[in-house]
């Protein structure tokens, strides 16, 4: 049983954490909590962290992964975090999925669980007037256990090296151009998740190798059940029908987005670093390609990118969907 | 003469309790019934309601969803309150996440004005379509012990062996089944003929064993014993395609503001912002012109629309139509020209022009991606890449014709290009062919290689397209075609192009003034004799006759 496997590695690896603060006693009840795990990502915490609780978030459980510019201070300090902390490998706990499946399985069940890394930021139907425990609630009335999207990369026009990203700032207010339309979705027959490519990365770093563009498919919002576990980052989960998370005979069930905040100038930086560290999936692949590319006077702008404005232009551009709520 | 109100609650108690603080202040009697399956949070919430005048709370039932519990409390409720408030005229079933969204004087008001009337939905159901995504008919004929929540696998069993055996249960004499919303709005004279009723042991008896029946308990009564029924519910709440209802949130403030119904349901209890502006008197806003029924309900029928039949011709992580999906494949019609660049030059100029139809070039040419004036991109950051596009050709051709809605598409194709599209392209209603076949054998012609040279690749160009002729003729295929061979082109070259514009511009007859030009083909029927003398009989080609060869348009200019 591989949904047990991935358990019994989970329980395995919490060895490896190390408790810095406990708030969970205040964790109240049916609340949505965070998931994340962090490494030197002291400059997006402070939006991160007001992003989320202005959505709702009630509760943030952290692993920080080895952090050396204070970012753990900052988060031990605030009321709604639980830290933990490992110096462990990044890779062997699957990219923080295990370390993240043995914190669910301890505080999650019973509660909607976002599982997220510092630059993803959910949007979903409604999110600017309706709180995401509106979203819950109505999930739970409709008897959905988990909502998919999709990671949608902004990118800034120009080069990211040009950015001046501070502390606590909006960072679509620098990065908030998209592809609109250029993203290939197939189905994966083992766990019966989508599998979803395409975006300006596709587009221009692996143009001429696309079966290695990164996946896109995303289900973070999850109902959890101490029996489910993460297979692979939040791409997919067991037991399989948690990512059936499409309609098959041509409606569409409702989805979000995930934005995807990775393209600002902290980006140059942690190429530099993780090219040497080899720490990220398929040997920071991705990372060298942005090492060798950091150049390109337009970066990952082109004529044809589409300039982010909120959740309903996604909503009409098919990025994602309403379903019926209505 | 008031109206008075029977509350049933399950859950939100905290609203429950803020609704029921604004009926009492309006001077309206109010019992209510708290499921008893709600636990602690129900002693705070009689401490709230208690002291209210004209407030009293009900012997607690459960009330498991869909049960007879549901329609015994509201009737033993609506009971009690007729005793003890005789000035009570109209008894108004709401529910604790029900909401007023007009001021209680002006029900109060309408209600005056139509002393006898009993505001209920009620609707036969042999005639109407009312549930949603349930029984209907059988809700009546068979019994249902087993709770559809909890124990859904043997209720649907038991249902199973009801039908199997054929079973229908026999109505109480004179009974006629009607369903509609819970939320009535009854006279105390049909109230109190329900309950004074003699046969109700016996029409009890049978209402505890239809399907859900508080939809249809006093819908059906009020047919036996109404006055006058107005055949509505001034409650508004919808219901989605499965059957759920749905939940009103902030942003419906202006939506319930332009509702004609005086309460609607249900509410999140979070909508901070819908409670305060209901239900804070201080609060007076003019309320918005009122809009008809018809034009709230498009915004819920637009929802289950988007659920059930989506948006044709995109897929994303909601949508994924499986193999069973019979519709179109993409989101608008597209002309796809095979073989037309190689008897013509700058087909896609003249096309456009004729057309109006944003035509690219080869879209599957195998080096890259020909998009409309050579661009290196698309809308909708599409790239030009091949590599890109050959990794999913179906998602690519979907994008193109998603990302482009409102404007018509074309694009060229030829044997020499990727053909791995084709199956799509058969399957698509949306695809309007045109071929001509035999056309790959002018390049090779212009080529001016020796027939020993070229027969090779003139043999698997004519399988290609034989291959995608022989797809498009396959029973399943939903795409238009039409087929010529270019000997049959050549004759009359006109004629197609004339079909082709006819029925790419709709009813809009439009006589063309232009042939597109016609590239050289000087010694096309020599060059095919070479290559059937060669022993590679180029079929798809057709006879091409010299005098109509060197009879073509253009060809001294060209020349």
């Known amino acids: 049983m591989e949904r047990r496997r991935c358990q019994i590695r989970a329980i395995r690896k919490r060895v490896e954490l190390a408790n810095v603060v406990d708030r969970t006693e205040a964790i109240p009840e049916n609340s949505v909590l965070a998931f994340v795990t962090i490494r030197n990502e002291i400059k997006r915490l402070p939006f991160f962290l007001e992003y989320y609780r202005a959505l709702g978030v009630k509760h943030f459980l952290i692993v920080d992964n080895g952090s050396s510019d204070g970012g753990d201070r900052l988060l031990a300090g605030e009321e709604d975090v639980s830290l933990w902390s490992t110096s462990a490998s990044y890779k062997r706990s699957r990219f923080g999925t295990d370390w993240l499946n043995w914190l669910k399985f301890r505080y999650g069940g019973g509660h909607w669980t976002l599982t997220l890394d510092p630059d993803e930021f959910f949007v979903y139907p409604f999110c600017d007037t309706r709180p995401i425990q509106a979203l819950c609630d ?189 | 003469m008031t109206v008075g109100f029977v509350m049933l609650a399950h859950g939100a108690l905290q609203r429950t309790a803020d609704v029921a603080k604004v009926l009492s202040d309006a001077g309206c009697p109010l019992i209510i019934h708290v499921d008893a399956r709600v636990g602690e949070p129900f002693d705070r919430f009689k401490t709230r309601v208690s002291h209210l005048p004209n407030v009293s709370l009900a012997p607690r039932l459960a009330c498991e969803w869909g049960t007879w519990a549901l329609v015994q409390a509201s009737r033993d409720c609506a009971e009690t309150l007729l005793r003890q408030y005789p000035d009570v005229s109209h008894v108004y079933l709401i529910s604790g996440t029900c909401l007023p969204i007009k001021p209680v004087p002006e029900l109060t008001r309408f209600l005056a004005d139509h002393p006898d009337t009993d505001f209920i939905e009620s609707v036969t159901i042999g005639e109407v379509p009312w549930t949603k995504g349930g029984l209907s008919e059988e809700r009546f004929t068979l019994t249902f012990p087993f709770p559809w929540r909890r124990r859904r696998k043997l209720f649907d069993l038991w249902v199973e062996a009801q039908r199997l055996v054929g079973r229908r249960r026999k109505l109480p004499d004179g009974l006629s089944p009607h369903m509609g919303s819970q939320w009535w709005c009854l006279t105390r004279a049909t109230l109190e003929t329900i309950l004074n009723d003699s046969r109700r042991d016996e029409i009890d008896r049978y209402f505890k064993r239809v399907w859900i029946p508080d939809e249809s308990y006093f819908q059906s009564l009020v047919r036996l014993y109404g006055r006058k029924v107005e ?115 700058d087909f896609p100029r003249w096309a456009r022009l004729n057309t109006g139809s944003r035509t690219h070039g080869h879209l599957f040419a195998k080096e890259r991606v020909e998009y409309f004036g050579g661009q290196s991109g698309f809308a909708g950051a599409m790239s030009s890449s091949a590599a890109l596009r050959d990794y999913d050709t179906r998602q690519f051709l979907r994008n193109l014709i998603w990302n482009t809605r409102g404007e018509h598409q074309s694009f060229l194709f030829s044997p020499r290009d990727s053909q791995e599209i084709t ?103 020599d060059f095919l004799q070479a290559l059937r003398n060669a022993g590679m009989n180029p079929h798809m080609a057709g006879e091409v006759s010299e005098d109509v060869a060197a009879q073509m348009p253009g060809v001294a200019r060209i020349g």
């Open chain 1, 138 to 326: 109505w999930l739970d009335q409709s008897g959905i256990r988990s909502l998919g999207t999709m990671l949608i990369d902004l990118y800034p026009r120009g080069p990211v090296a040009d950015l001046n990203y501070q502390p606590g700032q909006d960072p679509f207010e620098i990065a908030n151009w998209f592809d609109a339309g250029n993203y290939m979705v197939s189905k994966n027959p083992r766990y019966g998740n989508l599998w979803i490519q395409g975006g300006p990365r596709a587009r221009v770093y692996f143009a001429d190798e696309p079966e290695k563009s990164p996946s896109l498919n995303k289900i973070p919002l999850v109902k959890w059940d101490r029996r489910y576990a993460y297979v692979s980052s939040t791409h997919m989960l067991l037991p399989r029908g948690l990512n059936q998370t499409y309609d098959e005979a041509g409606g569409e069930k409702m989805s979000g987005c995930l934005l995807h905040a990775k393209f600002l100038d902290t980006l140059v930086e942690k190429a530099a670093e993780e090219v040497n560290r080899r720490e990220h999936f398929a040997n920071g692949r991705e990372y060298d390609a942005y090492h060798q590319r950091s150049d390109d006077p337009n970066g990952l702008w082109c004529e044809w990118s589409e300039k982010f404005i909120d959740w309903r232009q996604l909503e009409l551009l098919g990025l994602m969907s309403k379903g019926n709520w209505a």
């Open chain 2, 423 to 525: 199956e799509f392209l058969a399957a698509d209603r949306n695809a309007n062919i045109s071929i001509v076949t035999g056309a790959w054998a002018l390049p090779l012609l212009r080529s001016g290689r020796s027939v020993d040279e070229v027969r090779k690749e003139a043999a698997i160009l004519q399988q290609r397209e034989a291959d995608f002729i022989e797809i498009l003729s396959e029973r399943r295929t939903r795409a238009r075609a039409r087929v010529w061979s270019l000997a049959e082109f050549l004759e009359r070259p006109l004629d197609p192009l004339q079909e082709i514009v006819d029925s790419l511009s709709g009813a809009e007859q439009h006589l063309l003034a232009e042939m597109p030009e016609l590239k050289l083909m000087v010694g096309l029927p």
């Open chain 2, 231 to 345: 055949s509505r519910s001034l409650t508004l709440s919808k219901f989605d395609f499965q059957g759920k209802p749905h939940v009103f949130y902030n942003d419906h403030l202006a939506l319930l503001r332009q509702t004609p119904q005086f309460f609607a349901r249900k509410i999140w209890p979070g909508a901070n912002q819908l409670y305060r502006a209901f239900l804070d008197g201080r609060q007076s806003v003019p309320p918005l012109a009122r809009i008809s029924p018809a034009h709230i309900d498009r915004t819920f029928i637009q929802a289950s629309v988007r659920r059930t039949r989506g948006r044709p011709g995109m897929v994303m992580s909601g949508r994924f139509p499986g193999k069973d999906y019979d519709s179109a494949l993409t989101a608008a019609p597209y002309a796809v020209f095979h073989g037309f660049s190689d008897v013509f030059r």
